[in-house]
């Protein structure tokens, strides 16, 4: 999807996006306390394509 323009969004490539940005924002939610780095957590959400760590910095 990274790879198309904008407007050659399918109606599946936007209901692909949503599910993956509603899922991210659910799992994201629960992080644990403590040090995240090589949590369960943390390598679900990078195998979404989100790195928590990332994203703070």
């Known amino acids: 999807m990274l790879q198309k323009q904008q ?10 996006m949503k599910k993956v940005v ?5 799992h994201s939610a629960q992080q ?4 995240v780095e090589n949590t369960r957590w ?6 979404w394509g989100h790195d928590p760590l990332k994203a703070k910095n």
Do not use: F, K, Q, V
């Open 7 to 16: 407007d050659d969004y399918t109606d599946d490539d936007l209901s692909h």
């Open 22 to 26: 509603s899922y991210i924002h659910r």
């Open 32 to 35: 644990p306390e403590g040090d």
């Open 42 to 47: 943390r390598y679900s959400l990078m195998n």
